[in-house]
């Protein structure tokens, strides 16, 4: 149903009367996020914002192991949780008055997450036990609305019945295994051996029930923004690691005196922050997507890494901030590479979706992932030589921009060839 159908029937009736879920058109015209949409988002910088703070602190303490074991998990449910959501409203979306409530129960859900997150950041880092009630509790309730969806798509839209039910079987299947992580008391190898197999099946989920990203009537551009929408609230995390890192470090009695050091850590912040964000929007995803549809599974969950080191970024400058303060019982090396670490995965993500959606490789991008990786070594081999961990920020700052000059250059020559192969076959 276009939206001018929608228009039409809500004449006739509530502004929000139901509707059914036939499925929307995945060649609509002009397609873009909804406010609803954008709402939802808003309880995910919530969620983010706690992984990425509690990750922050943990690192500071010298508990690496903990601290990534623990915000791997907390990225990689969040991440499922929005990606889930975010693709049945591009093939479902209705806005009707009981989509808008469910989608309320899972912001309730997001919220009651994010609650539980402190303590499972605090039960690993003591060791013993991994305290998961909350954020099962949270987790579910989202999963649970879900599956109501899917149970309002499967009745609406006799040609995907089989896929709605297939989704309801299998992601109630999915929380009963949560349920019994979360409340059942297991010893820690017998937890998390289970955890990833729940985990693998969460990610083969759309694989089992509709083969891919090919079952459902999703909107290649709308998808496209919708990440991109994601990847600018995560990058958000580098803003608030800024602010974390520099606003202990103003000099002077009231705190307005800018210090060396802060000035250091609010342009390499804000530097690494936008070349981020520039190196994002160089691939035009959305493009790509209209003629790599059956390549939606790939461009969906093959963004799990790439969240990952955008938040992962974000704490990382939390931890310089901390480090400067003198808050950090770590090295300066070991925050050089708190930080560089997430760039360079988030780095090698971007070229390695753009790679794969593509099906073409580039010489010249070899050279500028080199480049790349020189520059972060380079900032890690400074601080291993007693440079100052101002100056380090700044090299890894410049991490980006490798990037960044080389589409300016060239590289939007050979982007732009590539697509043109794309659509010509």
């Known amino acids: 149903m276009s939206d001018s159908e929608r228009a039409a029937a809500r004449r006739s009736g509530l502004a929000h009367r139901l ?47 903990q601290a990534i074991t623990a915000f791997a998990l907390a ?25 808008r409530a469910l989608t309320m129960v899972q912001m309730v859900g997001v919220v009651v997450f994010s609650l539980g997150l402190p303590a499972m950041f605090h039960s690993l880092d003591e060791g013993g036990h991994l305290e998961l009630r909350a954020m099962v509790i949270g987790y579910v ?32 299947i999915a929380q009963i295994g949560w349920v019994v992580v979360g ?89 690494l922050t936008f070349g981020m964000w520039w190196v994002y929007f160089a691939t035009p995803f959305g493009d790509i997507l209209v003629h790599r549809r059956r390549r939606g599974y790939l461009f969906g969950y093959g963004h799990i890494p790439l969240f990952i080191g955008i938040a992962g970024a974000g704490a990382g400058l939390h931890v310089a901030g901390l480090q400067l303060e003198h808050h950090a019982k770590i090295g300066e090396t070991a925050v050089v590479l708190a930080l560089a670490l997430p760039v360079g ?42 440079v100052a961990i101002a100056v380090c920020l700044l090299v890894v700052m410049l991490a980006p921009f490798v990037t960044v000059i080389g589409y300016e250059t060239v590289g939007h020559r050979h982007q732009g060839q590539m697509l043109a192969d794309l659509r010509a076959g």
């Open 19 to 65: 509707l059914p879920m036939s499925g929307r058109d995945p060649e609509e015209h002009g397609r873009v996020s909804t406010p609803l949409e954008l709402l939802y988002d808003l309880t995910f910088v919530v969620a983010v914002g706690t992984a990425a703070s509690r990750f922050a602190e943990m690192l500071a303490e010298g508990h690496a192991a």
């Open 183 to 271: 409340f059942v008391h297991l010893p820690l190898a017998v937890l998390f051996a289970a955890f990833v197999v729940l985990a693998v099946l969460e990610l083969v989920l759309p694989v089992l029930t509709q083969g891919g990203a090919g079952g459902t009537p999703w909107h290649p551009h709308h998808v496209a923004e919708r990440y991109g929408l994601f990847a600018i609230i995560t990058l958000g995390e580098g803003v608030v690691g800024t602010v974390a890192s520099s606003g202990d470090l103003l000099g002077g009695a009231d705190g307005t005196s800018w210090t060396g050091n802060a000035i250091a850590v609010v342009v390499a912040g804000v530097g």
């Open 141 to 172: 309730v989202m999963r649970i609305a879900m599956v109501l969806q899917w149970w309002r798509a499967a009745r609406g839209s006799p040609a995907f019945r089989d896929v709605g039910m297939a989704n309801i079987r299998w992601t109630v």
């Open 345 to 386: 995965l988030y780095l090698l993500m971007v070229y390695l979706l753009h790679t794969l959606l593509l099906s073409a490789a580039d010489r010249f991008h070899l050279l500028l992932i080199s480049l790349t990786l020189v520059v972060l070594a380079a900032a890690v081999l400074l601080s291993l030589a007693g």
């Open 75 to 99: 990225m990689f449910a969040i991440s499922v949780a929005w990606i889930s959501f975010s693709w049945f409203a591009s093939a479902f979306g209705t806005d009707d008055w009981l989509y």
